[in-house]
């Protein structure tokens, strides 16, 4: 089996020997024998984002969180993101949840992999979307079509809400579309990046070639 060491050395990746003492302090005791610093990640423009997706594709499909803040979430949906061929995702500037080292480890690195831009107001983004095009399509519990009775064949973008309150009522109200997910059992919702995950691929389920 290939070493560390010498894997990081084929990829130009640079290493140094430090106390298992540092180890602990950095990783707080959560850690293998190995640590890793990456840079920091960085965001795009929403406007460059949309233009260069739309001028490459047919049938975009975007993921804007309206402030959804818990890092794990976060993480977990950017994750499921890059697995169903998410072309990138939008959050507001304040409110949402910080891509910091929780992030960066629920995706499992899927944060360097899928563009991600920030905006003052989610409403703008919605807007720009639209002028663009794009169907945008918000995920909530108020809607009388489920999301297996809305067609994701389109260019769309997924409009996700904060864990505990939703979309907000001004973004949902200049949304194209509305869809649910039918609940059966006594829970009377799922988590966010659970429901995000159904309705990623379902999608991915509608897009995919018949026969």
């Known amino acids: 089996m290939i070493s560390l060491k010498k894997l990081a050395a084929q990829k130009g990746i640079s290493t140094v020997f430090v106390p298992i003492e540092k180890l602990n302090k950095l990783g707080q005791g959560n850690h293998q024998g190995a640590i890793a610093t990456v840079a920091p990640v960085g965001f795009v423009s929403m406007e460059s984002l949309v233009d260069r997706v739309c001028a490459e594709k047919e049938t975009p499909l975007f993921l804007v969180l309206d402030q959804v803040s818990d890092v794990r979430n976060f993480g977990a949906m950017i994750r499921t993101a890059s697995c169903t061929g998410v ?3 939008i959050i507001q500037s304040k409110g949402a949840a910080p891509v ?14 899928v563009p991600i831009a920030k905006v003052d107001h989610i409403k703008d983004a919605v807007y ?13 519990e108020k809607a009388t079509n489920t999301i297996y009775q ?3 064949t389109p260019g769309i973008a997924l409009v996700m809400g904060a864990e505990d309150t939703g979309i907000s009522p001004a973004v949902l109200k ?7 997910l039918p609940i059966l059992g006594e829970i009377a919702s799922l988590n966010v990046s659970v429901a995000c995950g159904v309705i990623l691929y379902e999608v991915v389920r509608q897009r995919m070639p018949k026969g």
């Open 87 to 89: 072309d990138g995702i």
């Open 100 to 113: 910091n080292a929780d992030t960066v480890k629920t995706s499992a690195g899927a944060v360097y992999t």
């Open 128 to 140: 720009y979307l639209q002028s663009s095009g794009i169907q945008v399509v918000s995920a909530t």
């Open 150 to 152: 809305t067609d994701l």
């Open 174 to 180: 200049i949304t194209d579309h509305q869809a649910s």
